[in-house]
T-cell receptor, first 114, second 109 residues
């Protein structure tokens, strides 16, 4: 069964910490995405990548960075965690053909910054 | 930038009834997709309809697309308690998907 795996389901971090959220897919997908989901705001795109070592800013990249050193892994980094980054983080991947296939999502990481 | 907008925000029906959710969007699209999210979990892709298609079926799901009205609907027939979830439409194609805020469906046994 193909899947996207996010390293943690729940995470609690302190303000100012550097936080790494890991995402690994086993489908040989070129495209990977990071969204955050907040009540009343829906899903918002943070960063995405269409190839190894490539990254593009989404709608809300401030306070985040990403790394994609290998095709299967896309990491989201919170440089200095703040309480307004408390959220559900969702990683997704899709094949090269972006017009014919949907996204496969991980189970999400619920991050709490205290 | 929020593209899709689902309606209603919440829907409660009895088991066995049909559930209809609507999605409106603003700009031209390549395709429109529907996803389901069970509480506290990731999203699951349900169905994709291309801009040149008007209707698509998958099991108990029926999706329609009207590009002239920039709207889509998702019909779930003979609903079950297990259909209880949030449903999202998403638009995209060559750019990353943009999701609506979702419809929360409750199916009461």
């Amino acid at each position: 069964d193909v899947k996207v795996t996010q390293s943690s389901r729940y995470l609690v971090k302190r303000t100012g910490e550097k936080v790494f959220l890991e995402c690994v897919q086993d489908m040989d997908h070129e495209n990977m995405f990071w969204y955050r989901q907040d009540p009343g705001l829906g899903l918002r795109l943070i960063y995405f990548s269409y190839d190894v070592k490539m990254k593009e800013k989404g709608d809300i990249p401030e306070g985040y960075s990403v790394s994609r050193e290998k095709k299967e892994r896309f990491s989201l980094i919170l440089e200095s965690a703040s309480t307004n980054q408390t959220s559900m983080y969702l990683c997704a991947s899709s094949p090269t053909d972006r017009t014919s296939y949907g996204y496969t999502f991980g189970s999400g990481t619920r991050l709490t910054v205290v | 930038s929020q593209q899709g907008e689902e309606d209603p925000q919440a829907l409660s029906i009895q088991e066995g009834e049909n559930a209809t959710m609507n999605c409106s969007y603003k700009t031209s699209i390549n395709n429109l997709q529907w996803y389901r999210q069970n509480s506290g979990r990731g999203l699951v892709h349900l169905i994709l309809i291309r801009s040149n298609e008007r209707e698509k079926h998958s099991g108990r799901l029926r999706v329609t697309l009207d590009t002239s009205k920039k709207s889509s609907s998702l019909l779930i027939t003979a609903s079950r308690a297990a259909d209880t979830a949030s449903y999202f439409c998403a638009t995209g194609g060559n750019t990353p998907l943009v999701f609506g805020k979702g419809t929360r469906l409750s199916v009461i046994a």
